[in-house]
């Protein structure tokens, strides 16, 4: 019986140990797979110098319009920098403190982001709508009614941004409609 309680308590520090193992090794690939998204984001845009931030505080929901980032002026970060994702454009800075920044994304309904279709090079603004920011998407407008954008058409932003600089993957076009007096074309950016 003692040496079965024995190989027993043997076993089970064993188990103990392999489960903390388990954690650290899934901790590291977590941590792994983090650094290869930035190496690959730095690939996609080598031209441009950053700085790797975390989101540190968000509001409730699956879409924020405006969160906190880990990084501040400690860090080299300023109002209106740019914020990207491996996704593409996320927003720009609008406040930043020693070591934190908010964040404004351009799902905002007070964002306007100068905008063209990578196919065409038809431009328009993007803008944040709050009926739309709920399902992570965002309106452009002021597209012209020539232009011949369709589709999944995708956005960058436009060389004619004055914060934003050009190529930067917004989103891709979901759906296109000519506004009412036929003069314009919107879309709405997925």
Do not use: W
């Given at each position: 019986?003692?040496?079965?309680?024995?190989?027993?308590?043997?076993?089970?520090?064993?188990?103990?140990?392999?489960?903390?193992?388990?954690?650290?090794?899934?901790?590291v690939?977590?941590?792994?797979?983090?650094?290869?998204?930035?190496?690959?984001?730095?690939?996609?845009?080598?031209?441009?110098?950053?700085?790797?931030?975390?989101?540190?505080?968000?509001?409730?929901?699956?879409w924020?319009?405006?969160?906190?980032?880990?990084?501040?002026?400690?860090?080299?970060?300023?109002?209106?920098?740019?914020?990207?994702?491996?996704?593409?454009?996320?927003?720009?800075?609008?406040?930043?403190?020693?070591?934190?920044?908010?964040?404004?994304?351009?799902?905002?309904?007070?964002?306007?982001?100068?905008?063209?279709?990578?196919?065409?090079?038809?431009?328009?603004?993007?803008?944040?709508?709050?009926?739309?920011?709920?399902?992570?998407?965002?309106?452009?407008?002021?597209?012209?009614?020539?232009?011949?954008?369709?589709e999944?058409?995708?956005?960058?932003?436009?060389?004619?941004?004055?914060?934003?600089?050009?190529?930067?993957?917004?989103?891709?076009?979901?759906?296109?409609?000519v506004?009412?007096?036929?003069?314009?074309?919107?879309?709405?950016?997925?």
């Open positions: 019986v003692n040496q079965v309680q024995n190989e027993n308590k043997k076993l089970s520090q064993e188990l103990e140990e392999l489960k903390t193992e388990n954690q650290r090794l899934s901790l690939e977590e941590q792994n797979s983090s650094l290869l998204k930035l190496l690959e984001l730095d690939e996609k845009y080598p031209k441009y110098s950053k700085i790797g931030a975390y989101v540190a505080a968000t509001d409730v929901g699956n924020y319009d405006i969160f906190i980032i880990n990084k501040g002026t400690d860090h080299q970060v300023d109002k209106d920098m740019v914020v990207i994702s491996q996704g593409g454009l996320v927003g720009k800075i609008m406040e930043s403190g020693k070591n934190y920044s908010k964040v404004v994304s351009i799902i905002d309904d007070t964002s306007t982001v100068t905008a063209e279709s990578k196919r065409t090079g038809d431009v328009g603004f993007i803008k944040g709508e709050a009926s739309l920011m709920l399902d992570g998407l965002c309106f452009m407008e002021y597209i012209g009614s020539d232009a011949e954008i369709i999944g058409d995708e956005i960058i932003t436009s060389t004619l941004s004055d914060i934003y600089p050009a190529g930067i993957l917004i989103g891709h076009v979901r759906e296109v409609t506004d009412a007096t036929g003069l314009n074309k919107t879309a709405i950016i997925e």
